[in-house]
Nanobody
Framework: QVQLVESGGGFAQAGGSLRLSCAHS????????MGWFRQAAGKEREFVAA????????YYADSVKGRFTISRDNGNKTVSLQMNSLQLEDTGVYLC???????????????????WGDGTQVTVSS
């Protein structure tokens, strides 16, 4: 069983930065692709970023491309999301997810992910 725990959420002003982290409890972190998704109040969950198991491939939603950076540390079993130039529209609950890696390609589809954290709130104000 895999448990994911997010941290690093909080409040930021528009234009500011936050860094999210997600700790993976399992022994086989490197066998999972990792993703970040977010859900704003009253809206559907949406893809933010993903990274494949060996960090060779990263994927971003168009809305965050150039502002957010996903990275992972397989030794420490963590995945991070550096968020810069934050916008009001980035407000929401950010969730970390893990998808067992059977290929070299991570997915941007939340239905593909097997394990989820509880999420961390990010609030951006003007």
């Amino acid at each position: 069983q895999v448990q994911l725990v997010e941290s690093g959420g909080g409040f930021a002003q528009a234009g500011g930065s936050l860094r999210l982290s997600c700790a993976h409890s399992g022994r086989t972190f490197s066998m999972y692709h990792m993703g970040w998704f977010r859900q704003a109040a009253g809206k559907e969950r949406e893809f933010v970023a993903a990274i494949n198991w060996n960090s060779e491939r990263t994927y971003y939603a168009d809305s965050v491309k150039g502002r957010f950076t996903i990275s992972r540390d397989n030794g420490n079993k963590t995945v991070s999301l550096q968020m810069n130039s934050l916008q009001l529209e980035d407000t929401g609950v950010y969730l970390c997810a893990a998808d067992r890696a059977y290929t070299d390609y991570a997915s941007m589809d939340n239905n593909e992910y097997d394990y989820w954290g509880d999420g961390t709130q990010v609030t951006v104000s003007s």
